[in-house]
């Protein structure tokens, strides 16, 4: 059951603003005006304050009347102080997941006429586990292994064309070991070739499930990933030590 993760406030350093300067008629020295600090707009911080502690739950697609009565317990709480008797975490948390379920089932039922279009694209292939993926430039090297290490570089985008993710616009690859990413990525990088690029269409299943990981990617999501394999690095695994066992001298 997912617990509702606790907004943590952080102080953001003032920015560095233009500096005037005087310089002297008399020496020649040059020393910076003083000026007032520019007004702080009250408003425009504590609207921003709000949306700050919203951002928690707009992945949740509240209605206008769920939403109403949020924000009468945010009101109600800030005029008078949270009494004890006033929240349920028990309650709060099975209303989530009931959220979650619903949310999930209709973002599958969406879903459904995108994956039945991307199967039948030119050259897309389907697994067993549901993964349709399209090799869009063959590789010349190795396939890797659920246990090796790969380098990509990818991009990654909801059916609806929007992209939460990108190693492209951070401007580096990533690194990852295959069993500690999404079943999809593990079952998919290990059809392409080192030097080869694929299209990765992932059911939730296969994804991140019903959870999802809001408010970025909603459950029961399809991902869409376009994968670089730059490279697949194989390192010697460390050998197991038995508990107990003394340890082997090197020669």
């Given at each position: 059951m997912k617990k509702i993760a606790m907004l943590s406030l952080f102080l953001i350093p003032a920015a560095v603003t233009a500096q005037d300067y005087k310089v002297s008629k008399k020496t020649g020295e040059i020393t910076p005006i003083e000026q007032a600090p520019a007004p702080l707009d009250e408003n425009k911080a504590l609207y921003s304050l709000g949306v700050a502690i919203s951002k928690n739950l707009t992945g949740y697609n509240f209605s206008a009347r769920e939403s109403e009565n949020i924000i009468k317990g945010f009101s109600d709480?800030?005029?008078?102080?949270?009494?004890?008797?006033?929240?349920?975490?028990?309650?709060?948390?099975?209303?989530?997941?009931?959220?979650?379920?619903?949310?999930?089932?209709?973002?599958?039922?969406?879903?459904?006429?995108?994956?039945?279009?991307?199967?039948?694209?030119?050259?897309?292939?389907?697994?067993?586990?549901?993964?349709?993926?399209?090799?869009?430039?063959?590789?010349?090297?190795?396939?890797?292994?659920?246990?090796?290490?790969?380098?990509?570089?990818?991009?990654?985008?909801?059916?609806?064309?929007?992209?939460?993710?990108?190693?492209?616009?951070?401007?580096?690859?990533?690194?990852?070991?295959?069993?500690?990413?999404?079943?999809?990525?593990?079952?998919?990088?290990?059809?392409?070739?080192?030097?080869?690029?694929?299209?990765?269409v992932c059911p939730s299943d296969i994804a991140y499930g019903d959870m999802g990981r809001p408010p970025v990617i909603p459950g029961g999501a399809t991902l869409v990933f376009e994968v670089e394999l730059l490279d697949i690095i194989k390192e010697a695994p460390e050998p197991v030590k038995v508990p107990g066992t003394p340890e082997q001298k090197k020669n």
């Open positions: 709480a800030l005029k008078n102080g949270a009494k004890e008797g006033d929240y349920d975490f028990k309650l709060i948390n099975e209303y989530i997941t009931k959220k979650q379920t619903e949310n999930a089932k209709a973002e599958k039922e969406k879903a459904k006429e995108y994956l039945a279009k991307a199967a039948k694209e030119k050259g897309a292939k389907k697994t067993k586990s549901g993964l349709i993926y399209t090799i869009t430039e063959k590789g010349k090297g190795q396939n890797p292994k659920a246990e090796d290490t790969v380098k990509v570089h990818y991009k990654g985008y909801l059916s609806d064309g929007k992209t939460f993710d990108s190693s492209y616009d951070r401007g580096e690859p990533a690194e990852f070991p295959l069993v500690a990413v999404v079943p999809c990525w593990t079952e998919g990088l290990q059809l392409i070739k080192k030097g080869g690029k694929a299209r990765l």
